[in-house]
């Protein structure tokens, strides 16, 4: 990743902000067993400011992709977060767990050893595509005001709802049995989805419709909408060096592009709606002459309506 500030690698004192801390992204390779607060207050300490939030979390199990923002570009975060996802992973038939992955206890197991290929893949079928879907109950969901995964702890009895989600892909690549435990079946698979989609409800539900139980042993996140893992750094590596993608980068990447003129970039500046060319649907990123974003602008009735700001 390439950044047109120069951050050098001093870090800053926890609590103490870095004078200018640059706005931007970055894009974090997470590793296992690390929640997606915990990579966040290590990039605040980095940053040298407390202005750094990420675009969806990752279970702590969960490794790769994560987006984070800094100092202007938390603004960008919530746009973000509704882009498409990509991931690798591991579900395992013929053992059902009370996390629906493998940080949970087994609590039913039923041989997957006469699972077809065929079976499977009519079951992957069933959940490609537009889906309704019960998220894990351990899950950060809230219920009436009260994290799903606290309820459980507390032994509450409760449903989620289904929601709606996307499943634009969902491929077996390799499918095996461990040879220390005979009974199940591993298929490594590969999903594209929309955001909200929860891989480990995928897993589960898959081993329900085959009748044996699944879980999810392992997760990789590769993608989150334009942004891949080759483009991700480890949290070694921005120790080293810490960098952020430039909001300009990260925005251009992202979203469709609108060029300005002087004049309307002073008109939107001063939070006027222009007249628009026809925008591509959802946030377009709007840039000055000068190449500076200043905004996310959504069409409305032939106008740019302003739906975020950054020129300031």
């Known amino acids: 990743m390439t950044s047109g500030h120069d951050t050098g690698?001093?870090?800053?004192?926890?609590g103490r902000a870095r004078k200018g801390?640059?706005?931007?992204?970055?894009?974090?390779?997470?590793?296992?067993?690390?929640?997606?607060?915990?990579?966040?207050?290590r990039m605040r300490r980095l940053a040298g400011t407390r202005r750094v939030?990420?675009?969806?979390?990752?279970?702590?199990?969960?490794?790769?992709?994560?987006?984070?923002g800094v100092e202007k570009a938390t603004r960008l975060l919530g746009h973000l977060a509704l882009t498409e996802k990509e991931y690798v992973a591991t579900i395992r038939l013929g053992q059902s767990t009370v996390t629906d992955d493998a940080e949970g206890?087994?609590?039913?197991?039923?041989?997957?050893?006469?699972?077809?290929?065929?079976?499977?893949?009519?079951?992957i079928a069933a959940l490609t595509g537009p889906i309704q879907q019960?998220?894990?109950?351990?899950?950060?969901?809230?219920?009436?005001?009260v994290r799903s995964y606290t309820r459980v702890?507390?032994?509450?009895?409760?449903?989620?709802?289904?929601?709606?989600?996307?499943?634009?892909?969902?491929?077996?690549?390799?499918?095996?049995?461990?040879?220390?435990?005979?009974?199940?079946?591993?298929?490594d698979v590969t999903v594209v989805c929309s955001s909200g989609t929860y891989i480990r409800a995928l897993a589960r539900d898959l081993g329900a419709g085959l009748g044996v139980g699944g879980h999810l042993t392992a997760l990789r996140r590769t993608r989150v909408g334009p942004y891949r893992l080759d483009g991700a750094r480890t949290l070694e590596q921005l120790e080293e060096t810490f960098?952020?993608?430039?909001?300009?980068?990260?925005?251009a990447a992202a979203f469709p592009r609108w060029d300005v003129d002087a004049d309307q970039a002073r008109l939107l500046g001063h939070g006027v709606r222009i007249e628009a060319p026809v925008l591509a649907a959802g946030p377009n990123a709007v840039f000055g002459p000068d190449g500076r974003f200043l905004a996310l602008v959504e069409e409305s009735k032939g106008q740019a309506k302003i739906v975020a700001g950054f020129g300031q």
């Open 134 to 145: 019960v998220p894990s109950k351990v899950s950060a969901i809230k219920v009436n005001g």
């Open 153 to 187: 702890r507390e032994g509450e009895d409760f449903d989620l709802p289904a929601r709606p989600v996307t499943v634009s892909s969902f491929t077996v690549q390799d499918l095996r049995t461990p040879g220390d435990q005979p009974d199940v079946l591993d298929l």
């Open 9 to 14: 690698s001093a870090r800053p004192q926890a």
């Open 53 to 68: 939030g990420h675009a969806g979390t990752l279970d702590p199990m969960a490794t790769g992709v994560l987006v984070l």
């Open 105 to 123: 206890e087994v609590i039913a197991e039923a041989p997957a050893t006469g699972v077809t290929r065929e079976a499977v893949d009519s079951g």
């Open 243 to 251: 960098e952020v993608l430039p909001i300009e980068q990260a925005a």
């Open 21 to 41: 801390s640059p706005s931007g992204l970055v894009i974090v390779d997470k590793p296992g067993g690390l929640t997606s607060h915990g990579v966040v207050s």
